[in-house]
Nanobody, 125 residues
């Protein structure tokens, strides 16, 4: 069964860093646009970043631009979200997702075909 499995979440102090991983099974994620989303308690799901399958172009929400980096390792069939200079407002459950999308920018959440189970990121002193 197709799966996306996130890992790497945890508790970190403000200003700290975490790297999230998302490993795919039974499909080749390099052919897909991959996205990271997050959802904080009481808030709507927010698109954080995506990496386009066709050419590896990356896009970021303004709230994370300059702090987060999305990368892809096709050999390991895994994508990563490096998160630096973390802030308390980054606290959320982070999800990765895959979309058969080949347009410009990041597709909206409803266009993603596969989702992971989520990993908790808590930024607190």
């Amino acid at each position: 069964q197709v799966q996306l499995v996130e890992s790497g979440g945890g508790l970190v102090q403000p200003g700290g860093s975490l790297r999230l991983s998302c490993a795919a099974s039974l499909f080749t994620l390099g052919y897909y646009t991959m996205g990271w989303f997050r959802q904080a308690p009481g808030k709507e799901r927010e698109g954080v970043s995506c990496i386009r399958g066709s050419d590896g172009a990356t896009y970021y929400a303004d709230s994370v631009k300059g702090r987060f980096t999305f990368s892809r390792d096709n050999a390991k069939n895994t994508v990563y979200l490096q998160m630096n200079s973390l802030k308390p407002e980054d606290t959320a459950v982070y999800y990765c997702a895959a979309a058969g999308y080949y347009g410009v920018g990041c597709p909206p959440g409803q266009q993603y075909d596969y989702w992971g189970q989520g990993t908790q990121v808590t930024v607190s002193s």
